[in-house]
């Protein structure tokens, strides 16, 4: 897959969110899907369970080296960093950022070096500041980025570290950032 990606950051309250999501998107939906959310490293795949319970996409646990794919959504593993490179994904075991791994930073970073314009990164709630710069990077090489309204989070200081950047397009609500996703991904 070389044309487009989604890259969605969360942290604290983020597994209702990415299921919410995940659950109002098409099963056509054009577009791979990359996702961080902050998770203990003893982790087991209960994420992967929780949001494919109500979607209709394939929701999978990234693997290194894995080809993307439309109407997949890859979840970074339990103490592992997601890059993104052209058409493929890595696994890292690199050092935390921010004290975590998997980190948002490193997965927007790397997504908006490999895709640049064609990368929209999506911030939502959590409780520390991983992510801000990765959305700058994003923003940088041209990408779009949006941030779940901090007022809706269970934890704002993810998205309000994010908006402090001003390196966004817009702040939107759960609902509006799912009906943007859709549009973004209408199959024709």
Known sequence: MAGQII?????????????????????????????????AKE?????VRILASRSKLTIKEAEDKECLCCSTVYVAPADYH?????GFLALSIDP???????SIDVLFESAAAAYGINVTGI???GGNTDGM???????????????????ECVADRLPL???????FDSILSSRD???YLINSGAVP
Do not use: M, W
């Open 161 to 167: 570290s994010a908006i402090s950047t001003a390196a």
């Open 96 to 102: 935390p950022v921010c004290f975590a791994r998997p």
């Open 7 to 39: 890259v969605i950051g969360a942290s604290l309250g983020g597994t209702s969110v990415l299921q919410y999501l995940l659950s109002e998107l098409p099963e056509n939906f054009s577009k791979p899907i990359a996702i961080v959310q902050h998770r």
């Open 82 to 86: 997601l890059l993104v490179d052209r």
């Open 123 to 125: 911030v939502l709630t």
């Open 177 to 179: 950032i799912a009906s």
């Open 133 to 151: 710069r990765g959305a700058q990077r994003i923003k940088e090489c041209g990408g779009t980025v949006i941030i779940q309204e901090p007022t």
């Open 43 to 47: 982790s087991t795949d209960i994420l």
